[in-house]
């Protein structure tokens, strides 16, 4: 039974990246490969590829999530979304020196007022003032709105970050964090790729701000995953099913788009097209249905996303990689480096 202990770390500070590399494929990528650590470039990836692979990626687009405004009481709050659930309503954290009950109104960024309608899974619901004719809450957040960069980012939000927090193929809004693993492709390293015959399909998954919620309980199995929205097209289930026909090999750019493909995966591997829900916790002994390969970030300590590539790599060969990582000063989380891994045999 793994507790969270055994997915602890030690980090020092100063790895952790507070601004982004100079260009996006300048970064370093660490391959894992059972016991085997190479030290590379992220402009190597193709090296890693072969034609006929298929890259996997997450084109969710980070909104601006973080509102700032009063409570109908006076005091001060602090909105992040987690969702919009349609154009009136949406589940936020809301940060006050009281929590607001149901009934309370917020008045955000001096332009508009929601009010709280209860709890839902974990969060406040929040419902725009319907005397109110001043939008909807996409439009609203991007007026008036901050870029929600991750809570180990010191610096406010600047011009760099509008662009730099984004996938170059970022399409869908909807996120309040970025799919991080795909902040290292620019347009050259994709056209590139695409050259040398690794096909590329595109998915939606929606990150939550719950995906820097601490994991709170010390036995790893009774923690509950919070839910987050995907959506498979045809097209990338189609291709999914023609690579594997075809002996390639499906790599996942990001833990976000290994988790939706995992989630829609029907038993036997197959990935079905649609939408969906996924609260999947992937953790040492999951037995995956569809990815070979990851590309990925480096991870907090006993964050739920060192499971899953542990789950993915192997305990053992992680621990190893990420110490590592730190002797030789890699950069860490949603600004750092690149881990590229080999998936362990069931």
């Known amino acids: ?190 056209a590139g790729l695409e050259k040398q015959g690794i096909r590329a399909a595109k998915l939606t998954l929606h990150v939550g701000a719950g995906t820097y919620q601490p994991v709170r309980v010390t036995r790893i199995a009774e923690h509950k995953m919070h839910r987050e929205r995907y959506e498979v097209p045809a097209a990338t289930a189609d291709a999914i099913r023609e690579i594997r026909a075809a002996g390639g090999r499906i790599v996942a750019v990001g833990t976000t788009s290994l988790r939706a493909l995992e989630s829609a995966a029907d038993g036997a591997g197959a990935v079905r097209a649609g939408a969906g829900e996924t609260d999947i916790f992937i953790t040492p002994g999951y037995r995956f249905q569809v990815v070979d390969r990851l590309m990925t970030n480096f991870h907090l300590p006993k964050s739920t996303l060192l499971m899953l590539v542990s789950a993915f790599a192997g305990m053992e060969h992680i621990r190893a990689a990420y110490a590592h990582a730190i002797r030789h000063d890699y950069r860490f989380f949603s600004y750092g480096d690149a881990m590229f891994l080999e998936r362990m045999p069931s």
């Not at 692979?53 to 687009?61: A, R």
Request: hydrophobic fraction near 45%; proline fraction near 6%; charged fraction near 25%.
């Open 1 to 190: 039974m793994f507790t969270l202990d055994d997915f602890d770390f030690a980090l020092p500070e100063r790895l952790i990246a507070q601004h982004p590399a100079a260009e996006r494929a300048a970064s370093r990528m660490l391959h894992v490969a059972g016991g085997r650590l190479a030290d590379l470039r992220f402009s190597d990836l193709p090296g890693l590829l072969l034609p006929g692979d298929l890259l996997v990626m997450n084109d969710t687009q980070v909104i601006k999530a973080r509102l700032f405004g009063q409570k109908d009481t006076g005091g001060q709050v602090e909105v992040m979304l987690e969702r919009i659930v349609d154009a009136r309503h949406a589940l936020a954290q809301v940060r006050a020196s009281k929590s607001p009950k149901a009934g309370a109104c917020l008045r955000l960024a001096d332009a508009f007022t929601v009010r709280v309608t209860g709890r839902a899974e974990g969060f406040f619901a929040l419902e725009l003032d319907e005397s109110e004719n001043t939008g909807d809450f996409w439009s609203l957040a991007e007026a008036h709105g901050r870029l929600p960069l991750p809570p180990y980012i010191t610096h406010a939000p600047e011009a760099e970050d509008e662009s730099r927090y984004q996938t170059v193929y970022a399409r869908h809004p909807g996120a309040v964090a970025a799919p991080t693993a795909g902040l290292h492709f620019d347009d050259d390293m994709l």
